[in-house]
């Protein structure tokens, strides 16, 4: 290395020196960022990450407030459901360093008006990271983090298996719209019935939570999600679409002729247990004539541990929605 | 005319006995007034402690509820573990037990047993 080499390592050493808290070993592999139109996808599985020191490695890099909200449950499982996830949160964000690597510690939150959890730019350590948005699922048996730049997005994740404590023909009459009834009620098969369910509510979860404004202020009831038929609007999809899924849309129960091109929907099948909604702004000035796919790039991670791309295949099957599953870069 | 006099005793039956109260008007609370009043026959509120009881007894018998963490204090997500999922389960079941609809952009702000109790305790079309 000569002295012009040194000098400028020296230089960036110097904003790095004071984030490098943690040793070597313990360092995030780094990500390059998510380019426009494409989604990472992180998941983790709760009941792989069993080590004690490991789980005491991941509060190390909770703030304060994050560790006083996981001392304050009660429930063994409640509290590392609730650390994984903020771990999840942190770590992920971190590895999208641009100069220098970033301390999962330092990353400081602030929720909207309406309690969306983001990233408060303003206060963070690192002043060279890029407009990252991003959104987190639960499940008892798996925690997911979505992430993407310069676009709002929401998912959702649910079991599969999940049982309904109330009727799921009373529950759709009670909180989804007419059409939506309608299209459950068409299902004889009462399992199949349940599974259509289920992925109805993980679609219009994801969108609530990329509007971001809770519950109360986009009622479940006041929009349909439903697949886009093929005789409609005459679409125009790319040839070279590798996923011959239907494409899932949404419309206002306002206008229902009208479906909102706003929004585009991701619907996956994850290891045969889970299925996972992603709910993402479209950038309206490519639109053009047809939606233009959303890049997928799934990973699955123990932090600080390894993290392995999930490609299609049992473990990762599209359901719904225009993607292209990529692989590692 | 006969009417009017076959009308008085009636009138005098009917008539709120607001005189021998309106000397400790603020000692007693509104909901024991209100009560008295002929308006708000069909919308009496609840009383609380009942209430919570009833409430409680409503999630604890939710499936995926460990009965023992169970206490008037009781966050649905932090405390019970419970998802979305689950809340609006609670909200819908909370609303066959006390008979009326909880309106959708409520719903999202009762996400503990304490808010639930609140939410119905103040609401006459609660029965």
């Known amino acids: 290395m000569n002295l012009l ?14 984030r490098n808290l943690f040793s070597a070993s313990s360092a995030l592999p780094a990500v390059q960022l998510p380019a426009k139109k494409e989604l990472h996808f992180w998941y983790i599985l709760p009941d792989e990450v069993n080590s004690a020191n490991l789980l005491n490695q991941y509060l190390e890099i909770l703030s304060p407030c994050e560790k006083e909200n996981i001392f304050r449950m009660r429930g063994e499982q409640l509290k590392k459901r609730a650390l994984l996830a903020r771990t999840l949160v942190r770590t992920t964000l971190a590895r999208y360093q641009t100069n220098c690597q970033i301390d999962p510690k330092s990353l400081k939150f602030r929720k909207n008006n309406y ?15 890029p407009p990252l948005h991003f959104n987190i699922s639960h499940t008892s048996s798996l925690i997911a983090c979505g992430v993407t730049v310069d676009s709002t ?13 109330n009727d799921i023909l009373a529950f759709a009459r009670r909180y989804f719209t ?14 199949t019935q349940r599974q259509e369910f289920i992925k109805l509510w993980t679609l219009k979860e994801a969108y609530v939570k990329a509007l971001g404004k809770g519950f ?20 125009c999809h790319a040839s070279h679409l590798i996923s011959e899924v239907p494409e899932i849309i949404i419309e206002s129960s306002g206008d229902p002729n009208n479906p909102s091109e706003n929004w585009q929907f991701v619907l996956l099948e994850l290891l045969g247990s889970h299925y996972a909604a992603i709910c993402m702004e479209q950038d309206m000035i490519s639109g053009g004539n047809g939606s233009v796919p959303i890049n997928l790039i799934i990973r699955k991670t123990i932090p600080f541990v390894k993290d392995e791309f999930m490609s299609s295949g049992t473990d990762v099957v599209v359901v719904g929605g225009l993607t292209r599953l990529l692989g590692p870069a | 005319m006969a009417a009017k006099s076959a009308l008085q005793p009636l009138l005098k039956y009917l008539r709120v006995p607001v005189q021998p109260l309106s000397q400790n008007i603020f000692s007693i609370s509104p909901h024991l007034f209100r009560r008295f009043s002929t308006e708000e026959v069909r919308g009496c509120f609840l009383d609380k402690s009942e209430v919570a009881d009833r409430v409680i007894s409503v999630v604890k ?27 609006v389960e609670i909200v819908m079941a909370l609303e066959e037990e006390f008979g009326f609809e909880i309106p959708d952009n409520e719903a999202d702000k009762i996400n503990s047993i304490n808010l639930a109790v609140d939410f119905i305790a103040s609401h006459p079309q609660a029965k």
């Open chain 1, 5 to 18: 080499q040194g000098k400028i390592s020296s230089v960036m050493n110097i904003n790095c020196l004071r």
């Open chain 1, 115 to 129: 309690g969306k959890p983001e990233v408060d730019w303003q206060y963070s350590d690192d002043w060279s990271l």
């Open chain 1, 153 to 165: 997005i929401g998912i959702d994740v649910e079991e599969k298996q999940r049982r309904l404590k």
């Open chain 1, 178 to 191: 007419l059409r939506e009834v309608e299209m459950l009620t068409g299902i004889s098969d009462p399992e």
């Open chain 1, 216 to 235: 109360s202020a986009s009622p479940f009831n006041t929009f349909t999600v439903r697949l886009r038929d093929s005789m409609e609007k005459g679409t």
């Open chain 2, 61 to 87: 018998n939710f499936e995926k509820v460990n009965p023992s963490k169970v206490n008037p204090n009781a966050h649905f997500q932090n405390d019970l573990g419970l998802d979305s999922l689950d809340s």
